[in-house]
């Protein structure tokens, strides 16, 4: 199917949106090619950031389990998830699949109270592996504490900076300068010595191994120093609906999550069938596909108390570093059937 450019015109309305965030900066609108399986019903446009995260929406689209349940289903690719979360907040696009950063999302919350509701999450940490830290492969770097004074990327973003900054601060590496730099821009900077280390999302740490560049320091770095326990999940990544879609499609909604949740079956239980519908979506494939770790999923209906404290834990991080305007309360933004 051809692409479709989804870039929008920038407006007036836009600048709104961008100044009510508080993050104008860091939200440059980038929209990219679309993929649309066409049924019955009204259209449900979801964003997604290019990441192997998204497995689960990218499968449900390819085994054909929207289709089956007679839904009409956009996928609206963008450069990064404030992008996805921004297209939320304008009204066009109706959700977001998991890998959109959990906190982009609740700034779209602050700027909109009552905008979405999370139906799963893509909690990570030392076992499910997605963030990182990695090094040139014949760095002297050895640990965390070995980047004190040193020159660290950054994913782009305020969710990768902060998490970036407060890592780095909590793990003894005082005085490492932080900068952004797109995830796909890591390794190269790496190898070119622009930079000591970087953190980064997979399949960046694998891309590297790989191809004998870069080598990993840390993983699971955001439930060992954010949450305080390697094992703890870490729900980074979210997929959403807008509650104004939920409120106006009820019975759709339900069976979008449905068919998005056989998607998230499908990675539990058939994860080599699954990972080939990384192709066409991510940068991933050939024998990356079966190399990249996978991440965990959680369904609303699976959260249990300790999984909402784990979560509201890493939201209070946002508040505390003042990044947030407000306290944001994770409870409130889980879908309720």
Request: hydrophobic share 40%.
């Amino acid at each position: 199917m051809k692409p479709v450019d989804t870039t929008p015109p920038r407006s007036a309305s836009r600048r709104r949106i961008l100044q009510a965030t508080g993050a104008s900066a860091a939200l440059g609108l980038i929209g990219a090619p679309a993929i649309v399986r066409a049924q019955a019903g009204p259209k449900i446009r979801v964003g997604y950031w290019p990441v192997a995260a998204g497995l689960p929406f990218f499968a449900a689209i390819e085994k054909g389990y929207f289709k089956e349940a007679g839904l009409e289903v956009e996928a609206l690719k963008f450069a990064g998830a404030q992008q996805v979360m921004e297209a939320m907040l304008s009204g066009r696009s109706d959700g977001s699949s998991n890998g959109t950063g959990a906190a982009n999302l609740a700034i779209g919350e602050i700027a909109q109270p009552g905008l979405f509701k999370i139906f799963a999450t893509n909690p990570s940490n030392a076992k499910y592996v997605l963030d990182e830290f990695i090094t040139a492969k014949d760095s002297p770097i050895k640990t965390m504490v070995d980047l004190k004074g040193k020159k660290v990327a950054s994913g782009p973003g305020i969710q990768n900076v902060t998490l970036c900054k407060t890592m780095l601060e909590r793990a003894g590496a005082t005085g490492a300068t932080v900068s952004e730099l797109p995830i796909g821009q890591h390794i190269a900077s790496l190898v070119a010595g622009q930079v000591d280390a970087c953190y980064t999302l997979e399949p960046t740490g694998t891309i590297g191994r790989m191809n004998g560049t870069t080598r990993v320091i840390e993983a699971g770095v955001v439930a060992k120093y954010i949450l305080g326990d390697a094992m703890a999940p870490w729900h980074g990544g979210a997929a959403s609906l807008t509650t104004e879609f939920i409120k106006k499609n009820p019975e759709v909604a339900k069976k979008f999550i449905a068919a998005y949740a056989r998607g998230i079956e499908l990675v539990r239980t058939k994860p080599e069938e699954a990972r080939q519908f990384m192709k066409g979506y991510t940068a991933i494939e050939g024998p990356l596909t079966a190399e990249v770790p996978l991440a965990s999923y959680m369904l609303y209906s699976e959260f249990k108390p300790s999984d909402l404290a784990y979560f509201q834990k890493f939201y209070d991080l946002f508040t505390e570093k003042g990044i947030f305007e407000k306290k944001v309360v994770v409870d409130g933004l889980i879908y309720k059937a």
